[in-house]
């Protein structure tokens, strides 16, 4: 299976500011993907992130909100916007190898906390 | 879009009884239903999936079954160990998207 090294793991942030958060996989991936998991709750998906295209956003996400790149098939990066403590969550991509038809995998996650 | 309703939201058995915990989904299109298990503070890891043309999978102690036509599947967890206590979710996911979509998750206590 893949390797997925995300990053930060962990950060806190003044609200108004923005973080970038890095997804680095060790192998070329069809399908990377941005979940949001706040505080004692379950995975919601933000948006699939498309190489070489924009990314494709869940309802309730926005791309000014939540930009995404992904310049190629090993690494895609997520920035929050304009935060605030809302935005405090856990933040995971997620890799599937071969087009949606095995498993997906996650990176150890991005604790963001917004004060 | 895909809903997903899963069920207890908390669980608590003792050690050596058998978990079940349930998921219901809405779209008869998606194929793909995986189980995930979260211990704290720790990314989910998927601990077993099953695919529409399947109706039953196993794995030592953990089982999935699915019904395609009631739209409901089901993870079974036998001879529980404290080890075993953790935040598990079902997800529902379509080959075509590869995107997933959770359920809210169960929170397991095995007692020993």
């Known amino acids: 299976s893949a390797v997925i090294s995300q990053k930060p793991s962990r950060d806190i942030c003044q609200r108004g500011t923005s973080l970038t958060i890095q997804c680095q996989v060790d192998?070329?991936?069809?399908?990377m993907f941005w979940y949001r998991q706040q505080p004692g709750q379950s995975l919601t998906l933000i948006a699939t992130a498309n190489q070489g295209s924009e990314a494709t956003y869940e309802s309730g996400f926005v791309i000014d909100k939540f930009p995404i790149s992904r310049p190629n098939l090993t690494f895609s990066t997520l920035t929050v916007s304009n935060m605030s403590p809302e935005d405090s969550s856990i933040y995971l991509c997620s890799v599937e190898e071969n087009g949606g038809n095995t498993e997906a995998f996650f990176g150890q996650g991005t604790r963001l906390t917004v004060v | 879009g895909e809903n997903v309703e899963q069920h207890p939201s908390t669980l608590s058995v003792q050690e050596g009884d058998s978990a079940v915990i349930k998921c219901t989904y809405s779209?008869?299109?998606?194929?793909?239903f995986p189980w995930y298990k979260q211990e704290l503070g720790k990314r989910p890891q998927l601990i077993i999936d099953?695919?529409?043309?399947?109706g039953e999978k196993k794995d030592q102690r953990i089982a999935v079954t699915l019904n395609k036509t009631a739209k409901h599947f089901s993870l079974h967890i036998t001879e529980t160990q404290p080890e075993d206590s953790a935040v598990y979710f079902c997800?529902?996911?379509?080959?075509?998207?590869?995107?997933?979509?959770f359920g809210q998750g169960t929170t397991l206590q095995v007692k020993p």
């Open positions: 192998s070329q991936v069809t399908m």
């Open positions: 099953i695919r529409s043309n399947v």
């Open positions: 779209d008869s299109a998606s194929n793909y």
């Open positions: 997800a529902v996911g379509s080959s075509n998207t590869g995107k997933l979509i």
